[in-house]
């Protein structure tokens, strides 16, 4: 037998109502927003996520998909969405339309790590990307995208934790008083921490090492080293999002993984999934469409890991509606009422009603155990006095009540129960 590969799966028929579920909701909640699907390529040049993701991130470092294809190009399979998306921006002068430009992507992203609860090699992400606007009603409604979506979808018990990590002018700042404040203590510190001292400090608070951690501790806080302009428009974002009655903790210690990241950064955590409890992540980017040799294009946005979404949902007991449930199951119950059975399914599926017959020349009673074991919610038995008749004997699995209708009104009792 040949298995997935490790930090792989498979999402079973059984399960992929949960996902269609949690898909179909983000994409209306996405509409309701005015935000538009964005489909990028699975593989990039792994440049667009070097240079789109940053040098120093623990993606970049350690955890690509990167291999030479046939040309001898390097190629990155996806890690996270947003890079892909600001390549494709830059690359259509999506700059040129009306700004901003709001797009939503659900993607599948594959990252090398220690495979465990909520955290695979190939997983799925629903992301929002809002590109042009430096407003903070912007980063307010982003924010209150992925709580309006954590809503429709029945999730409860997380925190919505949110930071603002400056701009250029005011990181420099910070990084210099917290490059002292480390300085003591550098050769403590871990080995990709080290390499984060030099090339982006603030990196050093997001490290899981528990010795980096320790360290950390009484570590400057950002919050007080940003600019004015960076304070109002923080202030800004959280009164927003209190006039939206979004709940919320300002923790200096999220810092995010991009290197791109300014103001705004934000991680909405749940406590019921384990160690990797952080759900969704995103924040403000001002510096990276311009990173990617496009212009100067402020952008904010998140991105929500779905595996994470089912794993919280699961565990907090929200009942996930399969929509999918076949609504009508006939049994014919020889050769002739089974053409009949061939022809009324092929109607009531022209209509859109789920329906199903037997494919397994079962007998009635094993008919009835199969329709059971499918969730069909009514049985339509067909036998020769049926035919005979022009009607169909359908009995309602939940209740037992039996109905007979003709074989001309099957369509409408369909559409009607
Ligand atoms: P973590 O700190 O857990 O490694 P991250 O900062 O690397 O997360 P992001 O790059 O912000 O995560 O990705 C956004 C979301 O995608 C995460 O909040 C999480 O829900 C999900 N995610 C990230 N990596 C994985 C993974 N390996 N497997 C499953 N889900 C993941
Ligand atoms: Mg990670």
Redesign the pocket.
């Known amino acids: 037998m040949i298995n997935v590969p490790k930090g792989t799966k498979d999402i079973l028929p059984s399960e992929s109502y949960k996902w269609q579920f949690i898909e179909q909701t983000a994409r209306d909640v996405a509409k309701a927003f005015n935000v538009s699907e964005i489909r990028t390529p699975t593989f990039e040049h792994t440049e667009v996520f070097s240079r789109g993701v940053g040098e120093s991130t ?2 970049v470092n350690k955890e690509m998909y990167t291999f030479n294809d046939k040309g001898g190009r390097s190629i990155t399979l996806k890690p ?1 969405g947003t890079a892909g998306v600001a390549r494709a921006f830059v690359e259509n002068g999506l700059v040129s339309s009306a700004l901003p430009v709001k797009v939503y992507y659900l993607t599948q992203c594959f ?1 090398y ?1 220690r495979p465990q609860a ?3 090699r190939e ?1 799925h ?1 629903f992301g929002i990307e809002m590109l042009g606007s430096n407003a903070p009603n912007i980063d307010a409604e982003t924010i209150l995208l992925a709580k309006t979506l954590l809503d429709k979808l029945g999730v409860t018990g997380y925190t919505l934790y949110i930071n603002s990590i400056g701009c250029k002018e005011c990181r420099a700042k910070y990084h210099a008083a917290l490059k002292e404040y480390l300085s003591e203590n550098l050769d403590k510190l871990c080995n990709l921490c080290k390499d984060r001292y030099v090339k982006n400090p603030m990196r050093i608070l997001d490290c899981k090492n528990p010795d980096c951690k320790e360290i950390t501790k009484g570590a400057p806080k950002i919050l007080d080293y940003i600019c004015d302009d960076c304070k109002n428009h923080f202030e800004k974002v959280k009164s927003l999002l209190t006039i939206a009655g979004v709940p919320f903790e300002v923790d200096a210690g999220i810092v995010r ?1 991009l290197d791109y990241y300014t103001k705004t950064v934000f991680e909405f955590v749940s406590n019921n999934i384990g160690a ?1 409890g ?4 995103g924040g403000r980017y001002d510096g990276l469409i311009s990173q990617l040799g496009g212009a100067d294009v402020p952008g904010v946005g998140f ?3 779905i ?2 979404l089912l794993l919280l949902m699961e565990n907090i007991g929200v009942d996930i509606p399969n929509f999918n449930k076949v609504k009508l199951y006939l049994a014919p119950m020889g050769d002739s009422e089974s053409e009949k059975a061939f022809e009324l399914a092929t109607a009531l599926r022209t209509q859109g009603i789920i329906c199903e017959f037997d494919h397994m020349n079962r007998g009635i009673k094993a008919q009835f155990k199969y329709a059971d074991k499918i969730g069909a919610k009514f049985v339509g038995v067909i036998g020769s006095s049926e035919l005979e008749k022009g009607v169909i004997k359908l009995k309602e699995m939940a209740t037992g009540i039996e109905t007979e209708v003709a074989f001309n009104d099957l369509i409408e009792f369909a559409v009607n129960n």
């Not at 952080?278 to 992540?281: A, E, L, N, P, V």
């Open positions: 623990d993606i996270e990252r790590e909520g955290r695979l997983f992400q993984g990797q952080t759900i969704c992540g991105a929500l890991g595996e994470r």
